[in-house]
């Protein structure tokens, strides 16, 4: 008889269901795993051998064959351990227990038989309820963000004993981790140590970013050295609301896959890589495939500061993350994917000196390297972004504003966000929703598309800047609790675009 017994294999982040499939035979002693198992897999042979002989198992006179289910798919990492180990004690007749395909078992052993846990486990968690489990079983080390996850229970264990115990029903078992955050709650008892009313003045931008937080939109800015870019940058995080359980156990999984640790209390994560950073280090890869930045930055904010400093290899990089929300690697052991959902806001200098057009300095770059400086960034990439800003820098001595504080700004950044929510009937913000689901629920007038396209024949705007603009104009209205999308909103969106024409009068301003 065969015994087969279901596990979860990983691909980076992506998850798949493996079958175990056990078969004791007597015969000339071996213990053999098919099913293309990598080292880490092949070197269950001896820990799980050795585990079961401390439980007075042994199989080591036996041939045992163990076939790893899809058969064309490689297998990585010691996580079937454990549905090996059951299913030997079980073709030897040590446990009688069916097992269920909706039951997944995934850890690895040590040689006493405790379970231990493996970096890049928890990623197991997350997809074992899309996969269609209703049980699993883990290794009690694995450390859970959430106490609960829809539609799964979860066992940790710390003994092979103590999951055999429990499967025959001599013992109970329960689920530690953080309790489900009350999300309402916990935004107002945000962390201050960065708050909007720092920044003097910069009202524009203010307001540039409460409307990206509340879209979900990305945002390029441009100013002299010192002018408060990178603090208004720093401050974004604040006015985005806190996790949901989803995404953050998708976050923590991110943070754990490499080993470092995420913002505390379900704050969106804030990465800034600095520009000498390696594409490698800000999309992922290497020859053991780990996240980079981009992914890190999932469901957060990714700022890239100096943005023309970074190399255009790298930045292209990015191109994919920004369209499809995921980075695939690809390996001669296949590829890898990550998710990489994240908001990107850039900063750059106009220039090399940093001071082109600016009041109080004189800029000593000549046309040529300032062109040449700002060609940097390719097209493509500068065409991701929905809003454009130019900031001057904010006199200290004058009376400036302080304007909102950052939970104020939240306050209103949330409201628009459930209008989007109850419009849409998804999680989808306005800058990610399909062109087709803008045009059918949007509520943008004719007349407003009329406009739209004299000012975009002025101007020289392609489709998809007009794009840009209604969804970002669907934004502003959110934001100011319109139902229709007013002339006000568009004319306000189409402030944050570039311009073509100045680009050509200039000398290849970006802005
Ligand atoms: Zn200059």
Known sequence: MVTSISSIGLHGMEGYRIQVEVHVLEGAPAFTIIGLPDLAVREARERVMSALITMGCDVSEKRVIVQLSPPEQKKSGPFFDIAIALGILKEEGEI??????????????????????????????????????????????????????????????????????????????????????????????????????????HERAKRAMMIAAAGGHHLFMTGPPGCGKTMLAERFPTILPLLTDQQYLEMVSVYQMTNSTPPPKRIPPFRSPHHSSSYVALVGGGSNPKPGEASLAHHGVLFLDELPEFT????????????????????AQGTVTYPARFQLISAM?????????????????????????????????????????????????????????????????????????????????????????????????????????????????????QVKILRLARTIADLNEEELVTEEALWEAMTYQRSPLTEKEGVGVVL
């Open 96 to 201: 009688n227990v069916e097992f269920d395909a909706n039951i997944a078992f995934v850890g690895s052993l040590r040689l006493d038989g405790t379970i231990q846990s493996v970096d890049g486990l928890l990623p197991s968690v997350l997809v074992a309820s899309q996969l269609g489990f209703t049980q699993l079983y883990i290794p009690s080390a694995l450390e859970l963000p959430l106490a609960n996850i829809p539609s799964l229970d979860i066992f940790p264990i710390q003994h092979l004993d103590d999951c055999v115990a429990h499967l025959q029903g001599q013992l109970s078992l329960s689920i530690t981790g953080n309790k489900c955050a009350n999300v309402v709650a916990e935004q107002s008892s945000r962390p201050s140590e960065y708050d909007f009313p720092h920044v003097l003045g």
């Open 312 to 331: 255009r290899k790298t930045l292209d990089m990015l191109r994919e993350p920004l369209e499809s929300g995921k980075v695939h690697i690809s390996r």
């Open 349 to 465: 200098n106009p220039c090399p000196c940093g001071y082109h057009r600016a009041k109080n300095r004189y800029c000593t770059c000549s046309p040529k390297e300032i062109q040449k400086y700002q060609n940097r960034i390719s097209g493509p990439l500068l065409d991701r972004f929905d809003i454009f800003l130019s900031l001057v820098p904010v006199s200290m001595n004058s009376k400036v504003s302080k304007g909102l504080t950052s939970v104020e700004i939240l306050n209103q950044v949330i409201k628009a966000q459930d209008r989007q929510r109850r419009r849409y009937q998804s999680t989808d913000k306005n800058a990610t929703i399909s062109f087709e689901t803008l045009k059918k629920l949007g509520n943008v007038s004719p007349k407003q598309m009329q406009l739209l396209e004299k000012c975009a024949q002025k101007q020289v705007w392609s489709n998809r800047v």
